[in-house]
């Protein structure tokens, strides 16, 4: 370890400014501070400072993300060699589906990364840490078999055009991993959806019972018998972007961000149970296969549980307030289940409600806190009156 | 008494030059007063329509804003915006009939969008703002410049979206076919009017890169 801080002390004079690689500053700012904690004091006023850094509130979201990502590296696998009526042993699954998987992320975060610098430099800021887990949120919510060069692009534009255009890492409206899987899904929708998209080399003829459609495209053409049970939706066997198919792993992960503080349980609790909700009203309303399906179904479909752990918890482009948190996880439910299974243009409404709740967040904190100001005001009235 | 003899202004002074040059970077309809981008967002999915729209425009704002100007006295105020939209409307039936008789297709595409110049924003402000205070001749150097500076972001706009949402220009392919062999695809979201919108912001943010002096200071 001691070796590690004489390195880079040696290397720091050149990246100051004046030195050989002074262009480079925040880039080697960035590594610094990802192996020690920076040593910068504030100079004025006290100021208290927490140990806990965005770096290291990122890493903790890093670490409850590899649960998930490891079972999809394990399930493109599994799916690849059940559409060619294989067997192999669980091994050459993970690793095939590994090898499938690295690409992805080497071009999300090389891509995003360099971008982050990039801006970083011109505007004279440090390379923020927000990027470290969209880089990693991004390859889990695409199909194993997206095109690299189109993640490239949906990276850029999501950095640029998500985050960076508001003044980074802090300030950005909508969820920049969301939004760079919104702009794959409109962009490419025939790579983004349909049955051959879900599984890494599909095979030109597939064995029988076997379709390379998700549960949820399942769904909405009404193919219900081939639908998998609630157990194979749990554990998450089932064919779909690449971290959003096990439950359980996604909840192993829910936990790590609980018990750590990271996310809020109001905004997961809510999300799930605007969904369930929603849920039961169609089946109450039952018009047709799909609204009569079990509710709790709803919520193992598709990207629901991901979205509602990872995604709508962002604490930038979520809600502050307390009753703000409720509000916001609650319409994210309804609508994700509402958009599922009303419009037959999107198969899946997670992304949608979530984006769409994110531009609404500010106006729903602004709503509570103006409440709570008046109701405050009226209190004062009364005891003055007194 | 030698009364002064006002010198008659050249045609071409740089004051009148001003009026052509202003609205097509300084002061832009669209990147900088952020006016008329309804149309700017509904008829750029392609670059000929574009074009189509952006002539018919120049041609309604240059012509109403002389009529306006030769008029300008003889309006009364109360009903000035009535005399305006009269103006325009006519003349955008003239257009509009024009453009069925010898572009039928483009006016096809272009639909409802030929008759809604008439509400264009730009036009109704330039009127307001300079025709009805300021010579014939201005007026028509005004109304050139603001429509070309609305028809140069709409072409920019419309040739980037038609480029990367549709691999052609002027519906002549221009990504060759190699390219689509080699696994590229044209972009889906460049057709929607949301990239519209999205390269509006990325014209203004290249044009503020360049022009400081548009960025406000707070």
Same mark, same amino acid.
């Given at each position: 370890?001691?070796?590690?801080?004489?390195?880079?002390?040696?290397?720091?004079?050149?990246?100051?400014?004046?030195?050989?690689?002074?262009?480079?500053?925040?880039?080697?700012?960035?590594?610094?501070?990802?192996?020690?904690?920076?040593?910068?004091?504030?100079?004025?006023?006290?100021?208290?400072?927490?140990?806990?850094?965005?770096?290291?509130?990122?890493?903790?979201?890093?670490?409850?993300?590899?649960?998930?990502?490891?079972?999809?590296?394990?399930?493109?696998?599994?799916?690849?060699?059940?559409?060619?009526?294989?067997?192999?042993?669980?091994?050459?699954?993970?690793?095939?589906?590994?090898?499938?998987?690295?690409?992805?992320?080497?071009?999300?975060?090389?891509?995003?990364?360099?971008?982050?610098?990039?801006? !970083?430099?011109?505007?004279?800021?440090? &390379?923020?840490? #927000?990027?470290? *887990?969209? $880089?990693?949120?991004?390859?889990? +919510? %695409?199909?194993?078999?997206?095109?690299?060069?189109?993640? !490239?692009?949906?990276?850029?534009?999501? &950095?640029?055009? #998500?985050?960076? *255009?508001? $003044?980074?890492?802090?300030?950005? +409206? %909508?969820?920049?991993?969301?939004?760079?899987?919104?702009?794959?899904?409109?962009?490419?929708?025939?790579?983004?959806? #349909?049955?051959? *998209?879900?599984?890494?080399?599909?095979?030109? +003829?597939?064995?029988?019972?076997?379709?390379?459609?998700?549960?949820?495209?399942?769904?909405?053409?009404?193919?219900?018998?081939?639908?998998?049970?609630?157990?194979?939706?749990?554990?998450? +066997?089932?064919?779909?972007?690449?971290?959003?198919?096990?439950?359980?792993?996604?909840?192993?992960?829910?936990?790590?961000?609980?018990?750590?503080?990271?996310?809020?349980?109001?905004?997961?609790?809510?999300?799930?149970?605007?969904?369930?909700?929603?849920?039961?009203?169609?089946?109450?309303?039952?018009?047709?296969?799909?609204?009569?399906?079990?509710?709790?179904?709803?919520?193992?479909?598709?990207?629901?549980?991901?979205?509602?752990?990872?995604?709508?918890?962002?604490?930038?482009?979520?809600?502050?307030?307390?009753?703000?948190?409720?509000?916001?996880?609650?319409?994210?439910?309804?609508?994700?289940?509402?958009?599922?299974?009303?419009?037959?243009?999107?198969?899946?409404?997670?992304?949608?409600?979530?984006?769409?709740?994110?531009?609404?967040?500010?106006?729903?904190?602004?709503?509570?806190?103006?409440?709570?100001?008046?109701?405050?005001?009226?209190?004062?009235?009364?005891?003055?009156?007194? | 008494?030698?009364?002064?003899?006002?010198?008659?202004?050249?045609?071409?002074?740089?004051?009148?030059?001003?009026?052509?040059?202003?609205?097509?970077?300084?002061?832009?309809?669209?990147?900088?007063?952020?006016?008329?981008?309804?149309?700017?967002?509904?008829?750029?999915?392609?670059?000929?329509?574009?074009?189509?729209?952006?002539?018919?425009?120049?041609?309604?704002?240059?012509?109403?804003?002389?009529?306006?100007?030769?008029?300008?006295?003889?309006?009364?105020?109360?009903?000035?915006?009535?005399?305006?939209?009269?103006?325009?409307?006519?003349?955008?039936?003239?257009?509009?009939?024009?453009?069925?008789?010898?572009?039928?297709?483009?006016?096809?595409?272009?639909?409802?969008?030929?008759?809604?110049?008439?509400?264009?924003?730009?036009?109704?402000?330039?009127?307001?703002?300079?025709?009805?205070?300021?010579?014939?001749?201005?007026?028509?150097?005004?109304?050139?410049?603001?429509?070309?500076?609305?028809?140069?972001?709409?072409?920019?706009?419309?040739?980037?979206?038609?480029?990367?949402?549709?691999?052609?220009?002027?519906?002549?392919?221009?990504?060759?076919?190699?390219?689509?062999?080699?696994?590229?695809?044209?972009?889906?979201?460049?057709?929607?009017?949301?990239?519209?919108?999205?390269?509006?912001?990325?014209?203004?943010?290249?044009?503020?890169?360049?022009?400081?002096?548009?960025?406000?200071?707070?």
């Amino acid at each position: 370890m001691k070796a590690l801080r004489k390195f880079i002390d040696k290397q720091k004079p050149h990246f100051d400014l004046g030195g050989k690689f002074q262009k480079l500053k925040s880039a080697f700012d960035a590594v610094e501070t990802l192996f020690y904690v920076p040593d910068k004091v504030t100079k004025t006023g006290s100021h208290i400072r927490d140990a806990v850094d965005m770096k290291r509130t990122m890493i903790v979201v890093f670490i409850a993300l590899i649960p998930a990502l490891l079972f999809g590296m394990w399930n493109i696998g599994y799916q690849h060699f059940l559409s060619h009526g294989e067997q192999p042993d669980q091994w050459t699954m993970f690793f095939y589906g590994f090898l499938e998987m690295l690409p992805i992320i080497i071009v999300s975060y090389g891509v995003g990364l360099g971008l982050e610098i990039v801006f !970083a430099q011109i505007r004279n800021h440090e &390379v923020n840490e #927000g990027f470290f *887990v969209s $880089g990693l949120l991004i390859p889990m +919510i %695409v199909p194993p078999e997206t095109p690299l060069w189109q993640i !490239a692009i949906a990276v850029a534009f999501a &950095v640029i055009f #998500g985050k960076e *255009v508001f $003044g980074g890492t802090g300030m950005n +409206i %909508v969820n920049p991993a969301l939004t760079a899987r919104a702009f794959l899904f409109f962009a490419y929708p025939s790579d983004m959806s #349909g049955e051959k *998209v879900w599984i890494s080399g599909l095979p030109d +003829i597939l064995p029988d019972t076997f379709s390379g459609a998700t549960p949820l495209g399942n769904a909405l053409v009404g193919n219900f018998d081939q639908m998998p049970t609630t157990y194979e939706m749990f554990i998450g +066997i089932i064919p779909g972007s690449i971290g959003e198919t096990s439950v359980l792993m996604i909840l192993i992960g829910a936990i790590i961000l609980l018990a750590t503080g990271v996310a809020n349980w109001r905004i997961m609790f809510s999300v799930f149970a605007g969904g369930y909700i929603m849920g039961l009203l169609f089946n109450l309303w039952g018009l047709n296969e799909y609204m009569q399906m079990d509710a709790l179904n709803h919520l193992l479909l598709g990207g629901f549980a991901f979205g509602a752990v990872f995604m709508a918890t962002d604490p930038v482009t979520g809600t502050q307030t307390k009753k703000g948190m409720y509000i916001y996880g609650f319409l994210i439910g309804i609508i994700a289940v509402l958009i599922r299974v009303f419009n037959p243009a999107y198969p899946e409404g997670m992304m949608l409600a979530i984006l769409l709740m994110n531009v609404f967040a500010p106006l729903i904190d602004h709503y509570i806190i103006e409440s709570n100001i008046s109701k405050r005001l009226k209190r004062m009235k009364i005891a003055i009156k007194i | 008494m030698s009364a002064e003899i006002k010198e008659r202004e050249p045609l071409f002074s740089a004051k009148n030059m001003r009026l052509i040059k202003n609205p097509i970077n300084l002061n832009n309809p669209i990147t900088v007063q952020v006016l008329g981008i309804c149309s700017a967002l509904a008829v750029t999915a392609k670059l000929m329509p574009a074009i189509v729209l952006s002539i018919s425009v120049i041609v309604v704002m240059a012509v109403s804003n002389v009529v306006i100007s030769l008029l300008r006295d003889g309006i009364p105020p109360r009903i000035r915006i009535i005399v305006q939209l009269v103006v325009i409307a006519s003349l955008v039936i003239l257009v509009d009939q024009v453009l069925k008789a010898f572009v039928y297709d483009v006016s096809k595409q272009l639909s409802v969008f030929v008759g809604l110049i008439i509400t264009n924003c730009i036009i109704m402000g330039r009127l307001e703002a300079f025709a009805m205070s300021n010579k014939p001749w201005p007026a028509f150097l005004d109304g050139i410049g603001n429509a070309l500076g609305y028809g140069i972001i709409l072409i920019i706009i419309a040739f980037l979206r038609e480029l990367l949402g549709s691999g052609t220009v002027l519906d002549i392919q221009v990504i060759p076919q190699w390219f689509y062999d080699f696994g590229y695809q044209n972009n889906g979201l460049m057709i929607l009017p949301p990239m519209a919108l999205i390269t509006v912001g990325v014209i203004i943010w290249v044009q503020r890169y360049y022009s400081r002096e548009l960025i406000e200071k707070n």
